[in-house]
T-cell receptor, first 116, second 111 residues
Framework: GAVVSQHPSRVICKSGTSVKIECRSLDFQATTMFWYRQFPKQSLMLMAT?????????EQGVEKDKFLINHASLTLSTLTVTSAHPEDSSFYIC????????????FGPGTRLTVL | GEDVEQSLFLSVREGDSSVINCTYT??????LYWYKQEPGAGLQLLTYIFSNMDMKQDQRLTVLLNKKDKHLSLRIADTQTGDSAIYFC???????????FGQGTELSVKP
């Protein structure tokens, strides 16, 4: 149980285009989903917290107009990187809160974004 | 402030025990977690411990928590080559709240 999927797993795009990444909780309902960014050999940096049906809460320094987050249902959250630039190239990982003991977060497999 | 620190590398021989250490600064931490990340993959939850516990054991994994010293450790018994990965400790202060991650410890298991 507690499986989280992400799509696509890898995407290469041209500078200036927008890219949408989907995060789905497959076997549970997630009222809260989180989006992280990870640079090579570094830890995860929380970008935003997404609650179903409400606006996402962004961490300091993260541009909300650049990284659009939509949490339309209890099993789906999307991150759209708008007008992507090479510096946006990174590994993006989502997680979903399953509730219950410890209210642990379960992570998706990540999406590798490369902007040319 | 919030800070979680880990040593960056650990190398052990197959069959030995591995001990990965983590320190944190937030005394109001409620849950502490260990995650495993293999190359190019997301994070896999290994285990967690509530802050009022001292120890938790789950098969080959043993978590020790010293709340006074704000020190958390993960011991992997009979380490296998498949255990080679990056291990992150993380803490949170409230249920459903944001996780604060350490830098990750890269475990290398040599045959």
């Amino acid at each position: 149980g507690a499986v989280v999927s992400q799509h696509p797993s890898r995407v290469i795009c041209k500078s200036g285009t927008s890219v949408k990444i989907e995060c789905r909780s497959l076997d549970f309902q997630a009222t809260t989903m989180f989006w992280y960014r990870q640079f090579p050999k570094q830890s995860l940096m929380l970008m935003a917290t997404s609650n179903e049906g409400s606006k996402a809460t962004y961490e300091q320094g993260v541009e909300k107009d650049k990284f659009l987050i939509n949490h339309a249902s209890l099993t789906l959250s999307t991150l759209t990187v708008t007008s992507a630039h090479p510096e946006d190239s990174s590994f993006y990982i989502c997680s979903a809160g399953a509730g219950g003991a410890a209210d642990t977060q379960y992570f998706g497999p990540g999406t590798r974004l490369t902007v040319l | 402030g919030e800070d979680v620190e880990q040593s960056l590398f650990l190398s052990v021989r197959e069959g030995d025990s591995s001990v990965i250490n983590c320190t944190y600064t937030d005394s109001s931490s409620t849950y502490l977690y260990w995650y495993k990340q293999e190359p190019g993959a997301g994070l896999q939850l290994l285990t967690y411990i509530f802050s009022n516990m001292d120890m938790k054991q789950d098969q080959r994994l043993t978590v020790l928590l010293n709340k006074k010293d704000k020190h958390l450790s993960l011991r992997i018994a009979d380490t296998q080559t498949g255990d080679s990965a990056i291990y992150f400790c993380a803490e949170t202060r409230n249920q459903g709240g944001k996780l604060i991650f350490g830098q990750g410890t890269e475990l290398s298991v040599k045959p």
